[in-house]
């Protein structure tokens, strides 16, 4: 080794920790003050943008809830993004059980035709399936969004899934089919609940990037009744560009579940992130 | 559940026959199939299949003319101001690309070694360091635009405060800081993931080797660079790759920070927006244009990606 002539460099325990508490403020700052701002008058911000509230106000976020629509916003978000993830999640562990569990003629070829779409860029596919969508009448429609989403979701599901179908033992489900159980039976009753945290870990990494995407509600969803939260946002900088008390709120609001979502499953989301890593 | 534990014993016998035996019928295979593969081919591949086609043909509208060859592709390098706004797009993505590997993956490498030895309070830190990757990059764009504001914007209170007011400047403004800005920004939001990917690849070293290294007197710079960084290699890889793949991609965040026309004057424009505009803010052709330029767009970034990962998957073998 020519790691001699290195000249000797190491961190010392509080150029290291104070480097880490720096970035970590950099992280945490941003989200205080927007925090604390929501909760500070306009006029106040502006005289001095930071700063602790000098009283607790939550009218911002009723205004935001209210006037801002994001009541409305919200709730078109939850439901397009449950109703896509529950409905990747399920057409994905029957896939996913069959594959995963069954070496048939084509199985081989089925799995990478799924895993394929891990890669492909679909957002340069929009053209095409705006105009797909437009003969099926299902532009400016929660359901042609809800089924675009589904189908972005299944590469990863089918993927993760047949992996874990795979590991089960082979004995649960034959005890199954002699005490006369039929193939759905054996999926639903014993196989399905055997896979919970796999599926787990795939609801949440659709939900995010579904609950995030601002691209394909942008292009798909027409009249503001059925925008989701992204779409309203870029509406609602323009509409309260003065009110910056609301404006942040609009921020809090709009990240809300998803920092619920983290903190109820960090260790999931964590360990989903480095599954390519991991061998 | 208890009755078929209970007879998973006596049933034992049967396994090594499963595959003939136990298969099931072909129509069951092909239901079980069915939705997934209907969801994932209609409204996933079929329109990629079709971007290809569309690429070759004339559009009025919504309505597909007749078949054009390459003149689609022809027009995105000689009409205005298309011609112009692709090659400074292009540019600008490049940039971006280099400044998150120099500012955002460094700090990830950075963040991952100093988190994997045994620290006071690792857990937080690495949870409140891929905390902002949660949060929508629209909503991360509009939270940074409201902190870089020119008149109320914390940033420019700071630095007035501390009496370094002469630095306090329109940051998202100025075309000079603009590209800088939105590259710092979309670090701010991301530095979490390649943090976790090369921690991923460091707990996956074995210890014996440093060990080995430190007893040999070697300093935690020389394990770092001679022993886990020649290692981390496939990670560095995987990180290269989808960081091109991801800023080549970048949509909302720019969005927010510099509107659907990348201002000031262009400056924070990307292929994503350029690409956006063509299809829904253009002419009545617009759709042939988006089309070639998606078959464009697509060619380059797969084309690199492969290129990136053929290239490590060398460096990774000369190593060995």
């Given at each position: 080794m020519r790691a001699l002539k290195i000249p000797k460099f190491t961190f010392t325990g509080i150029g290291t920790n104070g480097l880490l508490i720096v970035y970590a403020a950099v992280v945490l700052i941003p989200m205080f003050i927007v925090v604390t701002n929501t909760m500070r008058p306009t006029r106040e911000i502006y005289r001095e943008p930071i700063g602790l509230p000098s009283t607790i106000n939550f009218d911002s976020y009723v205004t935001a809830w209210g006037e801002a629509n994001f009541s409305l916003y919200f709730m078109n978000s939850m439901v397009i993004t449950v109703s896509s993830v529950t409905l990747a999640t399920a057409a994905a562990s029957l896939a996913g059980y069959i594959l995963g569990r069954y070496d048939f003629r084509g199985s081989r070829f089925f799995s990478s035709f799924f895993v394929a779409g891990l890669t492909l860029p679909f957002r340069l596919a929009i053209v095409p399936l705006f105009l797909l969508l437009n003969s099926l009448g299902l532009i400016d429609n929660r359901i042609g969004l809800i089924l675009v989403y589904a189908a972005t979701g299944i590469p990863f599901s089918v993927f993760i899934l047949s992996a874990f179908f795979r590991q089960?033992?082979?004995e649960l489900s034959e005890a199954a089919r002699i005490d006369g159980a039929n193939e759905f039976v054996i999926f639903s009753r014993v196989m399905l609940p055997l896979v919970r945290p796999a599926l787990a870990t795939v609801a949440i990494f659709q939900f995010v990037p579904l609950w995030n995407d601002f691209f394909f509600p942008l292009i798909l969803l027409r009249s503001t009744d059925k925008w989701t939260l992204p779409v309203g946002m870029t509406r609602f900088f323009g509409e309260f560009q003065t009110d910056w008390s609301t404006l942040f709120a609009g921020l809090v609001i709009t990240t809300l579940p998803l920092v619920v979502l983290f903190l109820s499953a960090t260790e999931q989301i964590i360990s989903g992130l480095t599954a390519g890593v991991r061998k | 559940m208890t009755a078929i534990t209970g007879q998973k014993d006596e049933k034992r016998g049967q396994t090594a026959r499963r595959r003939n035996t136990l298969m099931p019928s072909r129509l069951t295979i092909a239901l079980f199939l069915l939705p997934a593969f209907l969801l994932y081919t209609i409204f996933m591949i079929y329109p990629l299949v079709q971007a290809l086609i569309f690429s070759t043909f004339e559009f009025n509208g919504l309505v597909r003319g007749a078949f054009v060859g390459l003149q689609n592709f022809e027009q995105l390098f000689t009409r205005y101001p298309i011609s112009e706004q692709l090659p400074r797009a292009f540019v600008h993505n490049v940039y971006f690309f280099i400044g998150t590997m120099l500012i955002q993956n460094t700090l990830g490498l950075l963040f991952a070694v100093l988190l994997h030895r045994p620290r006071f309070g690792k857990r937080f830190f690495r949870v409140v360091f891929t905390?902002?990757?949660?949060?929508s990059p629209l909503v991360v764009g509009y939270l940074w635009s409201l902190m870089l504001n020119p008149l109320f914007g914390p940033v420019n209170a700071t630095l007035r405060n501390l009496?370094?007011?002469?630095?306090?400047?329109p940051w998202l403004g100025d075309p000079a800081t603009a590209l800088p800005v939105v590259i710092l920004v979309n670090a701010w939001m991301w530095v979490g993931f390649p943090m976790l990917l090369f921690g991923a690849g460091l707990a996956g070293i074995e210890d014996d080797l440093r060990e080995a290294a430190r007893i040999d007197g070697a300093s935690n710079w020389q394990i770092f660079r001679w022993i886990e960084f020649p290692l981390l290699t496939p990670v560095i890889g995987i990180v290269t790759v989808l960081t091109f793949i991801g800023n080549f991609n970048a949509f909302g965040i720019v969005w927010a920070l510099g509107g659907v026309d990348g201002t000031p004057a262009g400056a924070t424009d990307v292929l994503g927006l350029v690409f956006f505009r063509t299809a829904f803010r253009g002419g009545a052709d617009a759709f042939g244009l988006a089309s070639a330029l998606a078959v464009l767009m697509f060619l380059f970034i797969f084309t690199v990606s492969v290129l990136v990962q053929t290239w490590f998957r060398r460096l990774e073998s000369r190593m060995q």
């Open positions: 089960l033992p082979q | 905390l902002p990757y949660l949060i009496g370094l007011g002469s630095l306090a400047r």
